[in-house]
């Protein structure tokens, strides 16, 4: 890390905190030629590969987006969705991979949708996993009523 004073190419880590985010972390630098300090931030992309090939960075907000269709008229607050929008980000980063394909992001939204409104679940998976009629819904709620969750 350079310093931004001196352009000293050596600087020396003198703290290191994780941030409130959990997902990136603070450092206090000093840089023994000039003195002066500063702080960085570091932070690990996590990449979506589209079905059409495209790659972009994971947006937390897209997921809540989706998930709020789904939820339209059932009994879900705000904070519910961010809350489930920090958890599918959660599940997607602990598989330590820097890129997912968007179907997985999908997956990951089904089992704690699943856990906070069924309805809203049947809803997305619906249209996430194409239902094509009858059939396919009560396979779902079947699955739902033995606890058999195969999302």
Do not use: W
């Not at 179907?103 to 704690?112: F, S």
């Not at 809803?123 to 059939?135: C, P, T």
Request: aromatic share 6%.
């Amino acid at each position: 890390m350079h310093c931004p004073f001196c352009q000293n190419p050596d600087t020396k880590v003198v703290d290191t905190r994780l941030n409130e985010d959990g997902h990136s972390i603070r450092r206090r630098r000093e840089c023994p030629k000039c003195g002066k300090r500063f702080t960085t931030v570091e932070t690990s992309m996590l990449l979506v590969m589209k079905r059409s090939g495209n790659v972009e960075p994971f947006d937390r907000s897209k997921v809540i987006s989706g998930v709020r269709k789904a939820c339209q008229g059932r009994p879900i607050n705000e904070d519910d969705l961010k809350l489930l929008g920090q958890k599918v980000e959660e599940d997607l980063r602990s598989r330590g991979f820097a890129q997912v394909k968007s179907d997985e992001v999908g997956r990951a939204i089904l089992r704690p949708l699943r856990d906070l409104d069924e309805v809203a679940y049947l809803r997305f998976a619906s249209v996430y996993q194409n239902f094509e009629g009858l059939a396919d819904f009560e396979s779902a709620i079947s699955e739902l009523k033995q606890g058999n969750h195969t999302a």
